[in-house]
């Protein structure tokens, strides 16, 4: 079955970095564009980034841009989200997410604090 299994989250200062990654099986990983979400405590989730199916297009939202960014390996059905300059409102459970065939897919996420 499909399966989305987030790790690297953590606890890290304001103006950190973390590396979150997100391994894919159970379906045919390359063909398809993956996207990670996030949602803080209070709040609906809310998409973050895009990459398409070879990696070649990628989109963030305002609030993350020029600070995230997110990448994929195709041979390994890895994507990844790179995070710099963290500040507190980054805080949340980051989700890693697959569509296909007229479903979603989400793994259990994976937590990100932001505080010194």
């Known amino acids: 079955q499909v399966r989305l299994v987030e790790s690297g989250g953590g606890l890290v200062q304001p103006g950190g970095s973390l590396r979150l990654s997100c391994a894919a099986s159970?379906?045919?990983?390359?063909?398809?564009?993956m996207r990670w979400y996030r949602q803080a405590p209070g709040k609906e989730r809310e998409w973050v980034a895009f990459?398409?199916?070879?990696?070649?297009?990628?989109n963030y939202a305002d609030s993350v841009k020029g600070r995230f960014t997110i990448s994929r390996d195709n041979a390994k059905n890895m994507v990844y989200l790179q995070m710099n300059s963290l500040k507190p409102e980054d805080t949340a459970v980051y989700y890693c997410?697959?569509?296909?065939?007229?479903?979603?897919?989400w793994g259990q996420g994976t937590q990100v604090t932001v505080s010194s």
């Open positions: 997410h697959a569509a296909f065939n007229g479903l979603r897919y």
């Open positions: 990459i398409s199916t070879v990696g070649g297009s990628t």
């Open positions: 159970g379906f045919t990983f390359s063909t398809n564009a």
